[in-house]
């Protein structure tokens, strides 16, 4: 006998909800019904699944590890019937969407609306987040496609490439390198480095390209970090020191309202790919490859 999809529902509402009561009110049955939906998922695992506390339910760790398997089969189980009721109608109805932060705000103002042109009837859920979190998503379910940068370990997706954006240095506009008609790797490395924290694709796709390590600060200091590309250009405008930015958030004015200058550099093919990306094999894949032509034309 096998868990049912109701039952891993049932399971799935408890954990985020954390009590009985409301998980039932979010499953929209009632309370018993839910709770013998869980008793008969531990009669068929053989093992309890949850701790019944006076605080609230805790998952046991079989219950931790149904949980995840539960997530994986409900995803799909959604996923089936998207497929079912768009059948010949690719980019028609939800679509789960996850995007990096270097990319989101320079590549969906244009995006957006293009796509709400040519497919009318899509319901586009938008996910901002770092690239190793995003590939999480993709791997568990919980994501149709995200709009990536390369390199980056892509074990298990596919994808699609959209295009080469370009990494330029970025320096105060008062800075001997502004002077240049463009800069060398070399140039910048003997300059205060600050790039975006740990975590962030575009530290690495810049420092990879370029060949450079990873820039250290005085003894007893931590070297400067910036959150996102528009505090990097401010720190940079303001003369704390010199950075890496994409073409397209360049493009799309980023370096405008600071006090920087934007110069090529001098290396091999200082770029990073943008792709759109989805779990190997899923049912999704011609439509991430649809997104991605949309997105060229962008």
Known sequence: M????????????????????????????????????????????????????????????????????????????????????????????????????????????GALPLLKQRFPKLRLFLREDQTHRLIAELKAGRLDAALIALPFDVAGLEWAHVADDELLAAVPADHPLARQASTSPEDLEAENMILLEDGHCLREHALSACRLNPPRAAQGEEPFAATSLPTLVQMVGSGLGVTFLPEMAVSAGLAKAANVAVRPIEADHPTREIVVAWRAGSNRRAEGRLLADVLKDV
Do not use: M, W
């Open 2 to 109: 096998l868990p049912t999809i109701r039952q891993l529902q049932y399971l799935k509402l408890l954990a985020e909800n954390g009590a009985f009561g409301k998980a039932a009110e979010a499953a929209h049955v009632t309370q018993p019904t839910l709770s013998a939906g869980i008793q008969e998922l531990e009669r068929t695992l053989g093992a309890p699944v949850v701790d019944r506390a006076r605080t609230g339910v805790i998952l046991t760790p079989v219950g931790e590890e149904a949980l995840r398997r539960a997530t994986v089969i409900l995803n799909e189980a959604e996923e089936l019937v998207e497929a079912a009721k768009n059948a010949g109608q690719p980019l028609t109805g939800r679509f789960r969407l996850g995007v990096i932060p270097t990319i989101a705000p320079f590549l969906l103002p």
